[in-house]
């Protein structure tokens, strides 16, 4: 099995890349999805949540108030880093159960907006970055998501630089131009990865 973290910037195009990795046969594991099923309404994870920020991250109806709770930890580091605390290892844990589901001839792709941001490089066999230029990024935020530029350029000041998203990629895909470009990358970067997976496996069966 070839384990395999894919990021990318806001806008970069990474859940299009995601999408297509699944399409070829890969075993994709979204760390954003995870990460809202483990504060679902009832977890142990929501309970955590409450007792560190409140009841005022409730709606009404007592699920997770997700603005709310944002508008809190963003741009106070202290809040996120409490926030995090409580749900990263709920989604490490999450992940490694599904990755053991995986057989051992598959890529499992984990797909990790943070990983530059949160040091995760290293859990990983290999690192793909879904690379694309700050201002290809504002644009689509700006054109595509219908956020405002202050807001695009606030939320993209949030994560890695392109530079440090870059210096652990061991692959890159490169999403700067138009959507029928990508393709053709993203395949041969499959098939890249279903050799790297074939020699883990050939390994794994000699030792």
Do not use: C
Not at 148 to 157: G, I, N, V
């Amino acid at each position: 099995m070839l384990s395999v973290g894919l990021t990318g910037g806001i806008g970069s195009g990474k859940s299009t890349v995601s999408e297509l990795f699944a399409s070829y046969g890969a075993l994709v594991i979204d760390a954003d999805r995870i990460a809202r099923e483990v504060v679902e309404f009832g977890t142990p994870g929501l309970a955590a949540v409450v007792a560190e920020f409140g009841d005022d991250v409730l709606r009404a109806d007592g699920t997770l108030d997700r603005p709310k709770l944002g508008a809190i930890v963003f741009g106070d580091r202290a809040r996120l880093q409490a926030l995090n605390a409580i749900v990263h290892p709920l989604v490490g844990r999450r992940s490694a159960e599904l990755e053991a589901q995986a057989g051992p001839d598959d890529v499992v792709i984990h797909d990790v907006p943070l990983l530059a941001e949160n040091g995760l490089a290293p859990l990983y066999d290999v690192v793909v970055v879904v690379d694309a230029a700050p201002q290809t990024q504002l644009d689509r935020l700006v054109r595509l998501r219908g956020m405002d530029t202050d807001e695009a350029r606030s939320r993209m000041a949030a994560q890695a630089t392109r530079e440090q998203r870059l210096a652990v990629a061991d692959l890159v895909i490169d999403n700067d131009g138009p959507l029928d470009a990508l393709e053709p990358q993203v395949r041969k970067v499959w098939e890249q990865l279903r050799e790297r997976g074939a020699d883990v496996s050939r390994r794994s069966r000699r030792s």
